[in-house]
């Protein structure tokens, strides 16, 4: 059997392609009538700021008798809007329930909370009223996506029930970005165009300048330029290889063949060096009388030649781990001393180790303090 991710992956390319299908059947079968008729229940001039659509998704009323009444209301307002009813009879029951659910999760009221932030991201002032200054004002039911442990950071009120005046431009700044990360990773919003990709073959070298400089290319890289010729090449290089791995194998002392099938055996741990033991116990009372640690040691060769800036990103940008000079400093006393960055992150001590061991130092006087959380 295929492993579960592959499992996983297949069903999920199915589910895209038959949604993808049932939904080009019904957008066929709607006609321009149809998909402009759709296209109005959510977007409307509502002064409340919310579409028919919103209404249409709402909870029942509460069994009353003026509950009942509006419930007859509705009924008899969702039946006239039920004119396309007739292209669902041949969708599965449960694919309208999963449909049903997912419009009924889905809040367009996101959409201008990102646009107020857009507009007002230049402004410096702490706090900015929900009418704002710009094209874009908010109201309250714009911020109904905004999450319980976020209300007090955003608004500065305790309770849901009070009616903000203003919001808190950073809290709010923040919330919209992790919101958004969110309805990106859902698919509740989506990057216009960021499903197209740019054609890999539009970089290659355009086959006329290839003809012409393929003779020069493969005289000095040493390669035959004709197809045949160049097959021919690579097949012996592949023999000579495979030759000279059956002529050595029977050195490698690490390789067998047990009951016909290969085996590489682990290398045998290197004998310790003479000396070494000497060597290490010198090193330990210098540092013991001197009152430092090995983590003293890197922290003061990283400020003396700044060795951690040979370490970084394989792009060669700038990089983005924060105190990424303690982080190096961890990550050379795990491998040096052999313990490794697992047993680093697996002691429960090692946060101590840090903030107690490892020292920085004071631009202008040299002197030590420590590394905080």
């Known amino acids: ?43 409307g001039d509502d002064p409340r700021r919310v579409s028919p659509w919103n209404d249409i998704k709402q909870d029942a009323a509460k069994p009353t008798i003026d509950g009942m009444h509006d419930l007859v209301e509705r009924y008899d307002r969702l039946t006239e809007l039920a004119c396309h009813a007739d292209l669902l009879k041949t969708i599965p029951v449960i694919k309208i329930k999963q449909w049903a659910l997912e419009g009924n999760s889905l809040d367009a009221s996101f959409e201008r909370s990102l646009a107020f932030m857009l507009e007002n991201c230049q402004r410096q002032s702490e706090w900015l009223t929900l009418k704002g200054k710009g094209k874009i004002a908010l109201t309250v039911d714009d911020l109904d996506w905004i999450p319980e442990k976020w209300w007090k950071l955003v608004t500065g009120e305790f309770k849901r029930d009070v009616v903000p005046t203003r919001i808190n431009r950073r809290q709010f700044e923040v ?23 740019s054609d890999h073959r539009n970089e290659l070298v355009p086959m006329d300048e290839s003809e012409r400089t393929r003779a020069d290319y493969g005289e000095k890289v040493g390669l035959p330029v004709e197809s045949s010729a160049f097959i021919k090449h690579i097949r012996s290089l592949l023999t000579e290889s495979a030759q000279q791995a ?9 390789f067998k063949i047990v009951d016909g099938r290969p085996k590489l055996g682990r290398q045998e741990k290197k004998e310790t060096p003479s000396g070494f033991k000497q060597l290490d116990d010198a090193l330990r009372r210098k540092l013991d009388g001197m009152g430092l640690s090995l983590l003293d040691v890197l922290a003061d060769t990283m400020k003396w030649i700044g060795w951690g800036k040979h370490f970084g990103p394989l792009s060669g940008h700038q990089g983005k781990l924060l105190k990424a000079d303690r982080r190096k400093i961890l990550t050379v006393f795990a491998y040096g001393t052999g313990l490794g960055p697992t047993q680093i992150a697996k002691n429960q001590c090692a946060s101590s180790v840090v903030r107690q061991s490892t020292p920085s130092y004071d631009g202008e006087t040299g002197s030590r303090y420590l590394y905080d959380d």
């Open 175 to 197: 919330c919209v970005c992790l919101q958004m990360v969110r309805e990106l990773k859902s698919g509740d919003l989506c990057v216009i165009g960021s499903d197209a990709y």
């Open 246 to 254: 059956d002529k050595t194998f029977q050195d490698n002392p690490y």
């Open 1 to 43: 059997m295929p492993a579960f991710d592959t499992l996983l992956r297949e069903a999920r390319i199915e589910r895209i392609a038959t949604n993808q299908a049932l939904y080009t059947q019904i957008h066929d079968a709607l006609g321009d009538a149809g998909r402009i008729f759709l296209d109005k229940l959510v977007v």
